[in-house]
């Protein structure tokens, strides 16, 4: 049986829970949007690793040629509406649920 990757999320409540990789559809949805938050099993802030592990299975840091990696986090300006609303919910600016009743120019302009 092949060894599965586990990986910690901070839930909407602040729980840590274990995930095994991939994860179900909707919680990497929820991870995207930045509803959820990786982090360590100890809750402390997830740093990755040096060959660029994701939540996404399989994905490595530059796979997405369209949305390359910004070294502090910030999404390519090509990127979709989706990181976006990720983006600027982790910078503390609007929930997720206001996030995406704005535009993904406005969306930019507000993460600026």
């Known amino acids: 049986m092949a060894e599965t990757e586990t990986i910690?999320?901070?839930?909407?409540?602040?729980?840590?829970?274990?995930?095994?990789?991939?994860?179900?559809e909707p919680i990497?949805?929820?991870l995207?949007?930045?509803?959820?938050?990786?982090?360590n099993k100890d809750g402390s802030p997830y740093q990755g690793t040096a060959t660029g592990e994701d939540t996404r299975a399989g994905a490595k840091d530059g796979d997405d040629p369209a949305h390359?990696?910004?070294?502090?986090?910030?999404?390519?300006q090509s990127a979709p509406k989706s990181e976006w609303?990720?983006?600027?919910?982790?910078?503390?600016?609007l929930s997720a649920e206001d996030a995406a009743n704005y535009t993904k120019a406005d969306l930019i302009?507000?993460?600026s």
């Open 32 to 39: 995207t949007r930045g509803l959820l938050r990786r982090v």
């Open 8 to 24: 910690y999320v901070l839930g909407e409540g602040g729980g840590v829970h274990a995930m095994d990789v991939p994860l179900p």
């Open 109 to 111: 302009d507000l993460a």
């Open 28 to 30: 990497q949805d929820r």
């Open 85 to 93: 609303i990720g983006y600027v919910v982790r910078l503390g600016k």
């Open 68 to 76: 390359p990696p910004s070294p502090d986090g910030r999404p390519a």
